[in-house]
């Protein structure tokens, strides 16, 4: 069992940065893939960016360029560098960990970027 919480949301001018953090209870948390999904009002939820246990890391076309994922094992955490925010990186943004068949979420941070 992992749980998660994640931390760092809030409002923010566009243009401006926040970082997302999201730390892990339980143990093993160097073998799961770790990842950040978004989901605004009415739409999916959206990978953003993921990084796997081996610390390949992909990004949603939306955000590449302005968004770093990292991860510190030492730490059970993994984060989410958001540079450059646009109005439209506005929704809640959720910690996912996974692997094989299992997979759990936290319960959301909020990010609103608006002037």
């Known amino acids: 069992q992992v749980q998660l919480v994640e931390s760092g949301g809030g409002l923010v001018q566009p243009g401006g940065s926040l970082r997302l953090s999201c730390a892990a209870s339980?143990?093993?948390?160097?073998?799961?893939?770790m990842g950040w999904y978004r989901q605004a009002p009415g739409n999916e939820r959206d990978l953003v960016a993921a990084?796997?246990?081996?610390?390949?890391?992909n990004y949603a076309n939306s955000v590449t360029g302005r968004f770093t994922i990292s991860r510190d094992n030492a730490k059970n955490t993994v984060y989410l560098q958001m540079n450059s925010l646009k109005p439209e990186d506005t929704a809640v943004y959720y910690c996912?960990?996974?692997?094989?068949?299992?997979?759990?979420w936290g319960q959301g941070t909020q990010v609103t970027v608006s002037s």
């Open positions: 996912n960990a996974n692997k094989l068949a299992y997979t759990y």
């Open positions: 339980g143990s093993g948390f160097s073998i799961y893939n």
């Open positions: 990084i796997n246990r081996y610390g390949t890391i």
